[in-house]
């Protein structure tokens, strides 16, 4: 089992930044993936952001690259979402995602693990 508590949300200006936190606890934190989804008022759960056990590789939804980075530190078992230049359809609640297995998960019906969500809210 693995448990996940994100932070770091809160109502943003566009153009602003912000960064979400999220602390894992229950396995060896290095060795499974996270992922961040985020899911806007009527729309399914999207896929934002994704980084592998070691933290050597990421993937970004083509939303947010340039503007959003998806990083981990081990040694705090916690990973981390810099979101930079927010636009008002960046709005939703941001979900921390942990995997079964090293690789992060792609797709919210395969994660297994799920924080309870953050609200971001990014006002015009």
């Known amino acids: 089992q693995v448990q996940l508590v994100e932070s770091g949300g809160g109502l943003v200006q566009a153009g602003g930044s912000l960064r979400l936190s999220c602390v894992a606890s229950?396995?060896?934190?290095?060795?499974?993936?996270i992922a961040w989804f985020r899911q806007a008022p009527g729309k399914d759960r999207d896929f934002v952001a994704g980084i592998v056990g070691s933290g050597r590789s990421t993937d970004y939804a083509d939303s947010v690259k340039g503007r959003f980075t998806i990083s981990r530190d081990n040694a705090k078992n916690t990973v981390y979402l810099q979101m930079n230049s927010l636009k008002p359809e960046d709005t939703a609640v941001y979900y921390c995602?942990?995997?079964?297995?090293?690789?992060?998960?792609?797709?919210?019906?395969?994660?297994?693990?799920w924080g309870q969500g953050t609200q971001v809210p990014v006002s015009s």
């Open positions: 229950g396995r060896t934190f290095s060795s499974y993936g």
């Open positions: 995602v942990a995997s079964y297995f090293s690789n992060y998960c792609g797709r919210a019906d395969a994660c297994p693990y």
